[in-house]
């Protein structure tokens, strides 16, 4: 199994730029998370999923959407890009709630000049 | 929301040494998950304990949920133990979102 992978691991981007960080796992996870990580800070949640059509907001929402199309995908969309989400941006999943370790990827850098 | 204290924020160690770290939350809680970050920003789930002790290699972990704290125990450090520990546990309303403490920050110096 690959686990949790991610897509891209670094971007840059202009003030108003739009993009979609991707996340894929083949553990055949329902539930799956965005997390946010400020500099030297812990990890706010974005968005989350407990399975394929079904998505809520987490902590952090504005300025990002989702969707879940399939059970093993769930990207992150960014419009209009705001130096305010220069972060790094995780995606975890987890087979069940509350009961069950969640796996994460290894992170996308994200940059906004 | 449940809150999570981390401490300390900070700790250096030498080599060899031991260290504990703390977690304390709000509210009640049906698990409890400890994370690695390295120094390349991967995240790493080292223990899920909702309750009692866990050992892997040279960490374990304590937690006693009635009294709404969890340890984590570092012995005989190694440099590859430097980063930052992060405890996390449900959110209130479910649904399986973590709620993560602000870190402690270690580092091991040969």
């Known amino acids: 199994n690959a686990g949790v992978t991610q897509t891209p691991k670094f971007r840059i981007l202009k003030i108003g730029q739009s993009m979609t960080l991707q996340c894929a796992q083949d553990?055949?996870?329902?539930?799956m998370y965005w997390y946010r990580q400020d500099p030297g800070m812990g990890l706010k949640l974005i968005y989350y999923?407990?399975?394929?059509?079904?998505?809520d907001k987490g902590e952090v929402p504005n300025g990002y959407n989702v969707s879940r199309s399939t059970t093993e995908d769930f990207p992150l969309r960014l419009e209009l890009a705001a130096p305010s989400q220069t972060s790094v941006y995780f995606c975890?999943?987890?087979?069940?709630?509350?009961?069950?370790?969640?796996?994460f990827g290894p992170g996308t850098r994200l940059t906004v000049l | 929301g449940i809150q999570v204290e981390q401490s300390p924020p900070d700790l250096i160690l030498q080599e060899g040494a031991n260290s504990t770290l703390r977690c304390n939350f709000s509210d009640s809680v049906n698990n409890l998950q400890w994370f690695h970050q390295n120094p390349w920003g991967q995240l790493i789930n080292l223990f899920y304990i909702p309750s009692g002790t866990k050992q892997n290699g040279r960490l374990s972990a304590t937690t006693v949920a009635t009294e709404r704290y969890s340890l984590l125990y570092i012995s005989s450090s190694q440099t590859t133990d430097s980063g930052v520990y992060f405890c996390?546990?449900?959110?209130?309303?479910?649904?399986?979102?973590?709620?993560f403490g602000a870190g402690t920050q270690v580092v091991v110096t040969p």
């Open positions: 553990m055949n996870h329902n539930y």
């Open positions: 999923s407990v399975g394929a059509g079904i998505t």
């Open positions: 996390a546990v449900p959110t209130t309303d479910s649904w399986g979102k973590l709620q």
């Open positions: 975890a999943s987890s087979y069940t709630h509350n009961s069950d370790t969640q796996y």
